[in-house]
């Protein structure tokens, strides 16, 4: 149980504060942003003793977002039910709440997702990682890999599900479940 309650240490001492930074941006209150840190560090440690995350700050971050989001409608449903709000304040509020809405996790890790993407392409066998590469990133058709590199559209089509799959599965953390 003391082990448990390191990690957890652990997991707050190194992301308290910028999660509580990140929280604090949008919902622009002290103690709604340290609630909704709180939540969203037990909900990232909770799901780590059930999986292994790649990147518990992207899950975290991710929590933070739809805990804002919620956070943030709620507060709008309340001021429209019992607060008269001008429409200055209003738009503020909307303005946050399209903000959260358009976050795009992957613009913030682009540089780990950069860095994930070239190490799973590195340990591909060589033929894969070639047509994958020559696919998307030199935009070449299936059917010109295949002459290129004297092989069958099907493949082509094999050697590219097969590094899609393997780069699903290691890029897990920064997709958007649906």
Known sequence: MKQVAQHFDQLFKEYHQQSFLFAKSFVHIDAAAEDITADSLLATWER?????????????????KNKALDYLKHQRIHRQLIEPLDNCDERE??????????????????????????????????????VFELSRHQYISGKEIAQQMGISVKGVEYHITKALKVLTVNLKDYTVAS
Do not use: H
């Open 48 to 64: 780590m003793q059930v999986e292994t995350l790649l990147s518990p700050k992207c899950f975290l971050l991710r929590v933070i």
């Open 93 to 130: 509020l909307q303005l946050r709440i399209d903000g959260l809405n358009e976050l795009n996790e992957g613009r913030i890790f682009f540089k780990e997702i950069q860095k994930i993407t070239a190490q799973t392409l590195e340990q591909m066998p060589t033929k894969t990682r070639e």
